[in-house]
């Protein structure tokens, strides 16, 4: 399937948002035993925490500030946060909802550091675009870019990510790469359920022209 047909199929009727499964039963324990180890400073498990979770925390880090290097000194200040502040984490949402929450919240704090226009203007925007839309998404459809034909068409939609508003590929890149729900995409983004659903699809829409056109190689 090619990558414009892998985005195609994410516009399907929408269906109701999966219950209780038994992946989300394991994730639930491992996040209560996360946050009983924090607590209790278990030896170890920040290193285990790291070595699990850190190429998901890069990963969005650089799609959320665009630059690679910014993103690994913010890796670094995330994780002592983790540190410093794992008592905090009482696994009411999975440990990566957390994880990304202190992630995005340090961007913020960087960007008004460096007096430059703030994320949290960025993000409490409000406008025609984070108005909800009359349609459902379908929330356990395959990942856009898990089925993207080829590894060309994943480094496409990866490029065209960068291209789009941060508002948009911020909640792209929770979905589909970190398999994020979206009650916990509001929760990350501190946004109604409603303005996520909007900016996924409004997202869509606007990745759909990168992946839809051919590559030179194409053509």
Same mark, same amino acid.
């Given at each position: 399937?090619?990558?414009?047909?892998?985005?195609?199929?994410?516009? %399907?009727? =929408?269906?109701?948002?999966?219950? +209780?499964?038994?992946? *989300?039963? $394991?994730a639930r324990e491992q996040s209560i035993a996360i %946050?009983? =180890?924090?607590?209790?400073?278990? +030896?170890?498990?920040? *290193?285990? $925490?790291?070595?699990?979770?850190?190429?998901?925390?890069?990963?969005?880090?650089?799609?959320?500030?665009?630059?690679?290097?910014?993103?690994?000194?913010?890796?670094?200040?995330?994780?002592?946060?983790?540190?410093?502040?794992g008592a905090q984490f009482n696994a009411k949402a999975r440990f990566e909802t957390w994880l990304f929450t202190i992630a995005r919240n340090l961007v913020?704090?960087?960007?008004?550091?460096?007096?430059?226009?703030?994320?949290?203007?960025?993000?409490?925007?409000?406008?025609?675009?984070?108005?909800?839309?009359a349609f459902e998404v379908a929330d356990k459809q395959p990942s856009p870019f898990d089925r993207c034909a080829s590894q060309e068409d994943r480094g496409r939609v990866a490029a065209a990510l960068l291209q789009l508003d941060t508002l948009y590929r911020e909640v792209l890149v929770l979905r589909f790469h970190e398999d994020l729900s979206l009650e916990e995409i509001a929760k990350v983004t501190r946004a109604p359920l409603s303005t996520v659903k909007s900016r996924l699809y409004r997202g869509l829409a606007a990745l759909r022209p990168f992946v839809e056109t051919p590559s030179p190689e194409a053509v």
């Open positions: 399937m090619s990558a414009a047909a892998a985005i195609r199929s994410i516009f %399907a009727p =929408g269906s109701n948002l999966a219950t +209780a499964s038994a992946a *989300d039963i $394991l %946050a009983d =180890g924090l607590k209790h400073q278990q +030896a170890g498990l920040l *290193d285990e $925490l790291i070595v699990r979770y850190q190429h998901r925390l890069l990963r969005y880090l650089v799609f959320l500030t665009g630059n690679r290097e910014q993103a690994e000194d913010l890796f670094q200040e995330v994780w002592m946060r983790v540190l410093t502040r913020i704090d960087q960007k008004r550091k460096r007096i430059l226009s703030s994320l949290d203007e960025l993000f409490e925007v409000g406008g025609d675009d984070d108005k909800p839309l």
